[in-house]
């Protein structure tokens, strides 16, 4: 069985993020089951492995505003057990779902500020 990153069982935000060392397992990219990986204007979605051993599904996207003058960038962070369950929430899941259904923590960044969801 594979464990799930050890940056979900830290109390501060900040720290967890700190924790975090990823590096790409898989890029699944825009979209993938017939809707998009992301929220708003662009992103994408990918699968990391920390130092730890922990997997991270992470979600990026842009919003930018209507006169480009301003952009906002969104990260999520998903503990995931492995590939497999990565591959089942895209699956399972858009941009926008991921973010109201997925029954675990999740770590967010809106525009760099750090906080639990």
Not at 37 to 55: A, H, V
Not at 64 to 81: A, I, L, Q, T
């Amino acid at each position: 069985m594979r464990k799930m990153c050890e940056a979900f069982q830290i109390q501060d935000p900040v720290e967890a993020f700190q924790h975090l060392k990823l590096r790409t397992v898989e890029n699944y990219g825009r979209s993938a089951y017939g809707h998009s990986l992301y929220t708003w204007d662009r992103g994408e979605r990918w699968l990391g492995q920390c130092t730890c051993g922990g997997y991270v599904l992470v979600q990026e996207s842009e919003y930018n505003s209507p006169n480009w003058s301003e952009e906002d960038d969104y990260v999520d962070y998903f503990p995931v057990s492995g590939p497999e369950e990565a591959d089942e929430l895209n699956r399972k899941y858009d941009g926008f779902s991921i973010e109201r259904e997925f029954s675990g923590r999740i770590l967010y960044s809106t525009n760099g500020k750090l906080h639990w969801g």
